[in-house]
């Protein structure tokens, strides 16, 4: 049981690890055969966000893995067996949407944030679309779906679970993005309190989605 509850408890470090290393190891390697991206803020962003999205591929590919072994699905993550309180879907869908978008925009007001500007259109697909869709899903399965059930098997309580996987999820978006860090932080802890509640994985995946595409939207400029 101890084994098996250490395997678990290493996948809350080994994701936000390789994460971080699929992201930098593309970034690194685009801007040495291309040193030219490192001036055009806007391409730049782009490599790097490249470099997220293929993370995120790659990571789905682990945890498939993972839940097979845990005797566990996607398919099942997916599937809720209780009644959807809608009231409470509505309450979390708006405090994530809420507290990103008011970061972004706060961070945007005062020129922490620069908008991505000069994109072509396909980078405006990935930005607005491609990207989230890819954050929201994976990252909502792994982080909520995957580690929170597999931990609460191995009998950890409810309050560690979620503050783990919180504390886990927040540093795929950097080890050194300090405000990032405490703003994923806390969307980890809105989201993980709401699944251990009401295992509904689909809202926090449709809220994700949302949030991303919102905030991409708002820094995204042709």
Do not use: C
Not at 48 to 60: D, K, P, R, S
Not at 97 to 118: D, E, K, M
Not at 128 to 150: D, H, K, Q, S
Not at 198 to 209: D, K
Request: hydrophobic share 60%; net charge positive.
């Amino acid at each position: 049981m101890q084994e098996s509850k250490d395997k678990t408890l290493r996948d809350l470090v080994y994701f936000p690890v390789f994460f971080n290393i699929v992201a930098l190891g593309v970034t690194g390697l685009s801007f040495t055969l291309l040193p030219g991206l490192m001036s055009d803020y806007a391409q730049m962003s782009f490599v790097i966000y490249a470099g997220v999205f293929l993370a995120e591929i790659l990571l789905v590919l682990i945890l498939v893995g993972r839940l097979r072994k845990a005797g566990m699905s996607i398919r099942g993550l997916l599937t809720f067996d209780r009644e959807t309180r809608w009231l409470r879907a509505i309450a979390v869908f708006a405090a994530l949407n809420v507290l990103f978008i008011a970061y972004i925009w706060v961070a945007l007001w005062i020129g922490y944030i620069t908008p991505f500007s000069g994109l072509n259109l396909f980078q405006v697909v990935f930005f607005i679309l491609l990207l989230p869709l890819a954050a929201g899903i994976v990252e909502e399965l792994a982080f909520r779906g995957y580690l929170i059930e597999v931990m609460l098997k191995k009998g950890l309580a409810e309050n560690r679970v979620v503050l783990y996987s919180a504390i886990s999820f927040a540093f795929i978006h950097g080890f050194f993005l300090v405000d990032k860090i405490i703003m994923t932080f806390l969307f980890g802890l809105i989201a993980g309190y709401y699944y251990v509640k009401e295992r509904n994985l689909p809202v926090l995946i449709v809220a994700h989605i949302v949030v991303d595409v919102v905030t991409f939207g708002m820094t995204t400029i042709m």
